[in-house]
């Protein structure tokens, strides 16, 4: 299958550490990545490639990936990290793009 | 800065064509090093990927959509832009158009416009 798998919902309390999950067949041989997207707003990239963060985007925001499932980290969660996050990969066949279904991340 | 906006129609009659532009500043499409995608986001739903303007390389849609999009461009202006043909209710969402690239060990997409609502309804 070429589909992204996420869980719909994760919480995690002010300046702890969370980590927020993609499964799919095509993380074996393609990496993910990562867009946080807050109400009304576009998706902004916020990690992708093995070991890579977009200019501006803070630190505690790390990726992994293992076999069939790529990984965000968030160490130290703030308020302002409360969002959406959405995972991207290659799919299996041919040129074409997929992504996770999302995971809301609430801070508490 | 890389700037993307999105113009078009917001609302469109059911069976007929969706036609959205992209306008670029801060980049030019044709330069090769990116390619230039239309993307949406039904409401509640997951994002979708439509398809892809590349430059140097192979344009590709989504084989989900592929016998009704064409994306075409328009180098004096610096625009894209994404026709969708025989629309249906299934396809009201928020379109966004966003500039991405892909490399063997990295790949994503770091521009997006704001987005624009698109809605099919008689």
């Known amino acids: 299958s070429s589909e992204l798998t996420q869980d719909p919902a994760v919480s995690v309390a002010l300046g702890q550490t969370v980590r927020i999950t993609c499964q799919g067949d095509?993380?074996?041989?393609?990496?993910a990545s990562w867009y946080q997207q807050k109400p009304g707003q576009a998706p902004l990239l916020v990690f992708y490639?093995?070991?890579n963060r977009p200019s501006g985007i803070p630190d505690r925001f790390s990726g992994s990936s293992s076999g069939n499932t790529a990984s965000l980290t968030i160490t130290g969660a703030q308020a302002e990290d409360e969002a959406e996050y959405h995972c991207?990969?290659?799919?299996?066949?041919?040129?074409?793009?997929?992504f996770g279904g999302g995971t809301k991340l609430s801070v508490l | 800065q890389v700037q993307l906006q999105e113009s078009g129609p917001g609302l469109v009659k059911p069976s007929q064509t969706l036609s959205l532009t992209c306008t670029v500043s801060?980049?030019?499409?044709?330069?090769?090093?990116?390619?230039w995608s239309w993307i949406r986001q039904p409401a509640g739903k997951r994002l979708e990927w439509i398809g892809r303007?590349?430059?140097?390389?192979?344009?590709s849609y989504n084989p989900s959509l592929n016998t009704r999009v064409t994306i075409s461009v328009d180098t004096s202006k610096n625009q894209f832009s994404l026709k969708l043909s025989s629309v249906t209710a299934a396809d009201t969402a928020v379109y966004y158009c966003?500039?991405?690239?892909?490399?063997?060990?990295?790949?994503?997409?770091?521009?997006w416009g704001q987005g624009t609502l698109v809605t099919v309804s008689s």
């Open positions: 966003a500039r991405g690239w892909d490399y063997y060990d990295s790949s994503g997409f770091d521009y």
């Open positions: 801060g980049d030019s499409i044709t330069s090769g090093s990116y390619y």
């Open positions: 303007f590349y430059p140097r390389g192979k344009d």
């Open positions: 095509s993380l074996r041989n393609y990496y």
């Open positions: 490639g093995k070991n």
């Open positions: 991207k990969s290659r799919a299996g066949s041919g040129y074409h793009l997929v």
